[in-house]
C-alpha cells in the first residue's frame, strides 16, 4: 500500500466517525435511514465519486446560469446585498430560500423586490423533511441539541435544492451562506490573463470564467469545485462607504463587500477555516437524502481538488483556484443579530480585529449594479427597513 494511498484511507474514515454521531441522530429524528450513497469504506467512496456523474463533451453548447441554495435564519439583514451581488457577479437567476423554524422574520419581502429579475422558491420544512422533525427534539434551550437539528436540517435542504435544480434543469449550483460570496480570484495567475471572449471590457462574471477556463483547457469542468474561503473581518475600510453615486451613505453602510476590506491570511487555515462548493447538477446522476456536510457534500467533490492529508490542505492551494468565497464577519449588531447560541461576544471579539491584508477585488459589482439599474432601483434593493446603519434590524 502506497503512503498516499494510506493517507487518503486514515483522512476518509476519520472524517466518517467525525459525523457518525450527527448521522445517529438524524436517522432517530427523522425516521429515516442513512443515505446509501456513502459508505464507509473507502474505496467503495471513491468509486461512487467516479461513477455517479457525466461526462460531458467540450465545447459546452447550452446556456449556462446559475441557482442557489439558502438556509436562512433571521437573515434579512444580509439577503439584499447577497442577492443583488450574485445576480451580477455569478450571475444568479434562481434561488431556494429554507427558512429555519426558530427565525423570528421571514425573507418574503426582501426575495420580492427581485420579482422580475430572480426565479424564487420559500421552502419550510414540510417542504423537504418528511416527517418532519418533532418540535421537542431541537430545544432551543440546549445548545448541542439545536446544532445536531440544524445539521440535520441544513443536510437534507442541500440535498433536496440540488435535486431541485436538476429537476428544474439548471446547472451551476452555489452552496453558499448569506455572509459568503462567490468571487473570481485575482490571486490565480490564469484568471488575470483570461479576458471576457467577445473582447470588450464589460464586467467578468464567474460564468464567464467558467466558460474561458473550459475553453482554454477544452474539457469540462469536474461536476464539483471546491471554493477556497477567505475571511473578512470587522475591521472598516475608511472612506468606503461614504454616499457614492446617488446611494446615500446609510444604505452604503449596510454593503458588507465595501465596508469590510481587511481579510485574513490567504492559504491559512485559522479562520478561513473549510471549503464551500458549486455543483454542476446536470452531471451528478443521482443525490441522496442527506448530503455529506456543507463542505463537500457529494462525493464527487473529492474529485481532483487536494491530496489527502491535513485539514489545512484544503484551503493551501489558495492561488490555484478560479473562483473563491469571501465570507464576513460584518459588525457586532449583524453578527448577534441572528438566534444563535454559538454567536457570543467573545467568539466575535476574537475575530474582529483579524488582518493580514486588504482585498478589493469584489468591489467593482456596486458600480456595475449602478450602471445597469440606476442609482433609486438600487437603493430600493438594497436597503433594510427597520435597520440601523450596523444593519441591526428590528
Given at each position: ?47 461512487h465519486a467516479r461513477s455517479n456523474f ?304 486588504n482585498d478589493d ?34
Amino acid at each position: 500500500m502506497t503512503l498516499a494511498v494510506l493517507l487518503y484511507t486514515v483522512f476518509t474514515a476519520f472524517q466518517f466517525m467525525a459525523h457518525t454521531s450527527i448521522k445517529e441522530m438524524e436517522g432517530k429524528i427523522i425516521g429515516t435511514q442513512k443515505p446509501s450513497g456513502f459508505s464507509a469504506e473507502p474505496s467503495t467512496f471513491s468509486e461512487h465519486a467516479r461513477s455517479n456523474f457525466t461526462e460531458q463533451q467540450f465545447p459546452v453548447t447550452i446556456k449556462q446560469e446559475f441557482s442557489g441554495c439558502l438556509l436562512v435564519k433571521d437573515d434579512n439583514a444580509f439577503l439584499p446585498e447577497w442577492i443583488a451581488y450574485h445576480s451580477i457577479a455569478l450571475p444568479l437567476t434562481s434561488l431556494i430560500v429554507a427558512v429555519d423554524p426558530d427565525s423570528l422574520s421571514s425573507p418574503r419581502a426582501i426575495l420580492e423586490r427581485f420579482n422580475g429579475t430572480l426565479n424564487w422558491t420559500l421552502w419550510h420544512d414540510e417542504d423537504y423533511i418528511k416527517p418532519p422533525m418533532p418540535k421537542k427534539s431541537c430545544d432551543i434551550a440546549n445548545p448541542q441539541r439545536t446544532r445536531e437539528c440544524h445539521c440535520t436540517r441544513q443536510h437534507r435542504f442541500m440535498s433536496s435544492c440540488l435535486r431541485e435544480v436538476k429537476r428544474a434543469g439548471g446547472r451551476w449550483t452555489a452552496l453558499v451562506d448569506s455572509d459568503e460570496y462567490v468571487v473570481i480570484n485575482d490571486d490565480n495567475v490564469e484568471t488575470k490573463d483570461l479576458q471576457v471572449s467577445d473582447g470588450s471590457h464589460r464586467y467578468s462574471t464567474a460564468l464567464d470564467h467558467l466558460h474561458l477556463i473550459e475553453e482554454a483547457k477544452g474539457k469540462a469542468h469536474q461536476p464539483c469545485l471546491v471554493l477556497p474561503r477567505l475571511f473578512f473581518s470587522a475591521m472598516e475600510t475608511p472612506g468606503a462607504t461614504n454616499a457614492t453615486r446617488g446611494v446615500p451613505k446609510e444604505t452604503m453602510q449596510a454593503v458588507s463587500t465595501l465596508r469590510f476590506r481587511a481579510h485574513a491570511k490567504k492559504g491559512c487555515f485559522k479562520h478561513n477555516g473549510y471549503p464551500k462548493t458549486l455543483v454542476d447538477v446536470s452531471r451528478i446522476r443521482s443525490f441522496p437524502n442527506m448530503v455529506r456536510n456543507p463542505h463537500r457534500p457529494l462525493p464527487e467533490c473529492l474529485i481532483g481538488t487536494f491530496q489527502p492529508g491535513s485539514a489545512a490542505q484544503w484551503v493551501a492551494q489558495f492561488r490555484v483556484h478560479h473562483l473563491v468565497v469571501h465570507h464576513y464577519l460584518g459588525s457586532w449588531e449583524r453578527y448577534s443579530g441572528r438566534n444563535d447560541s454559538r454567536r457570543s461576544r467573545e467568539a466575535f471579539d476574537a475575530k474582529a480585529l483579524v488582518n493580514k491584508g486588504n482585498d478589493d477585488s469584489i468591489t467593482s459589482w456596486f458600480d456595475e449594479l449602478i450602471d445597469r439599474i440606476g442609482p433609486k432601483r438600487a437603493l430600493d434593493l438594497l436597503e433594510v427597513p427597520g435597520c440601523t446603519r450596523d444593519g441591526l434590524c428590528s
